[in-house]
């Protein structure tokens, strides 16, 4: 046995099936729990996202007995104070591949061996890590479905059998010489209402999903007026479940719904992929060939950008999904997609403004699947065929909220309008009701807009 360790908590906060304590226990006698409140990734997360991963650093403290170190600082500053306070001759991660993290981690390790000190790398946040999934010439994939399918095929491990006995605790105020611990923040004003944070939390939400909804996952996973999807993409992003958890307990389940959701766990695995290897593509096109499409700005693009926020568009299905996303700090992902398509596609305003806005505000906030998704959108993304997803507000509507439930939910001014007639509520005998703006966009004509200027990108590529 080696000296002790620090386990380097980041995306991971959990104990269960948890295998950097499986390495941190094989190289020492005992690992100081660490967290690094890091302001480059928290002072743009917003309040949703830094409150609910306080609530799960609370409940990771009280799991490992109180003996979780919290600092605030640099990780490339305090990360090796921390280990050397300790005597620590590895710091122990999952790692990360985002494009910050990349950068994060490199600098972390450079700053250790200065010491002589290793930073190690066990897992990842994701079943198969990125970069791993290629084609048979090792290029890797642009297209999710033979991703996919070779995904599917990579030899997985089961989870790691690992409690917070596995390890042999450090208690941190026993460490003087280090970095000065903080205490978790308090939770932030909010006006949403956050689901439970935390790892306990987080396998009561799946259970139930597994008892109750995943055999009608299929079904129901594009229907915002039943209650239909997991509600799991929050724990993942903290990592208070891992993926690898959620496959293994799907393996149980033979339905096509069960299918079906494992293809949204490759999806979110296939952006990871293609954010790791375009890095660029979090702030910029992933096709190139779409910085040649026009969008709209001034002042009246800026207006149309307040009303599509405030969720005051005058298309009811639309505003319901911006309302959703304000009262719960989460959206369902149907509605990511049509008030996406309306941002990008009838108001013509960049895809990146959309992207900002949904960071600041949702708790699940993922930089690779929000960025790529927005693209998929926009079709600037990794999709061969993009041209013509151009989803009618109207139609999507009547299809996934038949009977207007959503919508009256979320928009109190159309509570009375019966039906379905709630999706045009212009067109009611005496017209929109009080409170509630007309529409502020033609859909038919900003459709056949949108088609011309993808038209100029097809021209400028030849």
């Not at 639309?318 to 990008?344: C, E, K, P, T, Y």
Request: contains cysteine.
């Amino acid at each position: 046995m080696g000296a002790d360790s620090v386990v380097w908590f980041r995306r991971d906060l959990r104990v269960r099936d948890q295998p950097i304590f499986l390495a941190a226990a094989d190289s020492g006698p005992a690992a100081l729990a660490l967290f690094v409140l890091d302001p480059a990734l928290l002072d743009p997360s917003g309040p949703a996202r830094r409150t609910f991963l306080y609530g799960c650093l609370r409940a990771l403290d009280d799991a490992l007995g109180g003996r979780l170190l919290v600092v605030r600082g640099d990780p490339a500053d305090v990360v090796p104070r921390v280990a050397a306070a300790v005597g620590a001759g590895t710091v122990h991660v999952a790692a990360d591949f985002g494009p910050y993290g990349t950068r994060r981690d490199q600098a972390v390790e450079e700053a250790l061996a200065v010491d002589g000190r290793e930073l190690v790398r066990t897992g990842s946040p994701y079943a198969v890590a990125p970069g791993r999934v290629t084609k048979d010439d090792g290029d890797p994939f642009r297209v999710f479905t033979p991703f996919r399918r070779t995904w599917s095929r990579q030899r997985r491990r089961g989870p790691a059998d690992t409690s917070a006995a596995t390890v042999r605790w450090i208690d941190p105020s026993d460490e003087g010489s280090g970095p000065r611990a903080v205490r978790i923040p308090d939770d932030e004003p909010l006006d949403a209402a956050l689901p439970d944070p935390g790892e306990d939390a987080a396998h009561r939400q799946w259970k139930a999903f597994l008892s109750d909804a995943v055999d009608r996952y299929g079904e129901d996973r594009n229907r915002p007026d039943v209650e239909g999807t997991s509600r799991m993409s929050v724990y993942l992003k903290w990592g208070c479940i891992h993926p690898r958890t959620m496959l293994h307990d799907l393996s149980r389940h033979r339905s096509g719904s069960a299918e079906t959701y494992r293809t949204e766990l490759a999806w979110r695995e296939f952006y990871a992929d293609v954010l790791f290897r375009r890095p660029d593509s979090a702030r910029h096109n992933y096709d190139r060939a779409f910085d040649a499409l026009p969008s709209a700005s001034g002042k009246r693009a800026d207006e149309l950008f307040a009303a599509w926020r405030e969720g005051r568009t005058g298309f009811p299905i639309v505003d319901a999904g911006m309302r959703q996303l304000r009262a719960q700090a989460w959206m369902h992902n149907r509605l990511r997609m049509i008030v996406a398509s309306f941002l990008v596609k009838d108001l013509h305003l960049p895809w990146w403004w959309g992207a900002r806005h949904f960071m600041q505000l949702l708790v699940d906030g993922d930089l690779a699947s929000n960025q790529h998704g927005w693209q998929w959108t926009a079709g600037s993304g990794t999709d061969p065929a993009p041209y013509f997803r151009i989803f009618n507000p109207v139609t999507q509507g009547e299809r996934f909220d038949p009977d207007g439930d959503y919508v009256r939910r979320f928009v109190p001014e159309l509570a009375d309008v019966p039906g379905r007639a709630v999706h045009q509520p212009w067109k009611l005998p005496d017209g929109v009701p009080d409170g509630y703006p007309q529409p502020i966009v033609d859909h038919r004509a900003e459709r056949d807009e949108a088609l011309a200027r993808y038209e100029r990108v097809k021209a400028a590529r030849g």
